[in-house]
């Protein structure tokens, strides 16, 4: 028989008719199975219907459970209480987006930012990029270069823990900024001269102050602020040309 006992999930409530936070408590018995994803489902099913919340894949690799959980950004569906929470779990929404309606957020401007720095392969040769007749070969070696960063699945986890993205709205973000570095690090690209100067910034590059926090908490163990640090010697250091 599996361990079981009854904990207590506090949940932080966001109304968006009176824009007021609420703190509601429930109880539940869970086993040593049960994530905060399947809790926040079961309360949502057997003892509050008005409960709002985003998840589709239920196993980390949507990254559409994202919130805060007992005071750390993490996917819901990955995080099991009686192993990681304890008697009490306390649930909000991630700040680092705006919120919707209780553990929901609004990723418009996630997305947006996402999208400037330009996330696809870049090459002079539209009608060759589009049309090739042979493969882009690359080195093991070239691969190494890019693939850390290529596991992002776009949680939001990373910017909700940057200190610099909650107080400066402008800022990229570690997301969009580790994606960036992602294709200027692709050997197949040839777009990295563009994108750098893009984000000769403030509010690109050179907002980040390095604290980490995004890499800590990102569930896939994607190194955001390493990608940024390259990026701005890149930056500093420019390639001669759109070529690697």
């Keep these: 028989m599996s361990e079981s006992k009854t904990v207590e999930i506090r949940v932080k409530r966001f109304d968006p008719d009176t824009k007021q936070f ?5 109880r539940l018995e869970v086993d040593r199975f049960t994530t905060v994803l399947s809790a926040l489902i ?16 239920r196993m980390g690799i949507c990254g559409s459970c994202g919130m805060v959980v ?3 950004p993490r996917l819901a569906c990955e995080t099991n209480i009686l192993k990681e929470c304890g008697d009490t779990v ?39 990029k589009f049309r090739a007749e042979k ?3 690359q080195t093991s070696k070239q691969l190494d ?23 400066n709205p402008g800022f990229k973000g570690p997301q969009a900024l580790s994606q960036a570095y992602r294709y ?40 955001p602020a ?3 640090q390259l990026l701005k010697m890149r930056v500093i250091n420019p390639p001669r040309d759109d070529t690697h």
């Design 70 to 72: 007992n005071g750390k």
């Design 90 to 128: 306390e649930v909000e929404p991630m700040l680092g987006h705006p919120v919707l309606r209780d553990l929901v957020c609004d990723f418009d401007d996630f997305f947006a930012k996402h999208k400037s720095v330009k996330p696809w392969l870049i090459r002079r040769d539209r009608a060759e």
């Design 145 to 167: 270069e890019y693939l850390p960063f290529t596991y992002c699945i776009k949680c939001g986890l990373c910017v909700d823990a940057c200190p610099v993205s909650n107080l």
């Design 135 to 137: 493969e882009y070969v």
């Design 226 to 228: 390493l990608a940024i």
């Design 184 to 223: 200027i690090a692709d050997s197949r690209d040839e777009g990295a001269k563009a994108r750098l100067e893009a984000l000769d910034t403030f509010e690109g590059v050179w907002g980040c102050e390095f604290l980490g926090a995004c890499s800590r908490v990102c569930p896939k163990g994607v190194d």
């Design 22 to 26: 609420t703190v509601k408590s429930y």
């Design 42 to 57: 079961a309360i949502k099913e057997k003892q509050d219907q008005t409960l709002s919340i985003r998840y589709s894949c």
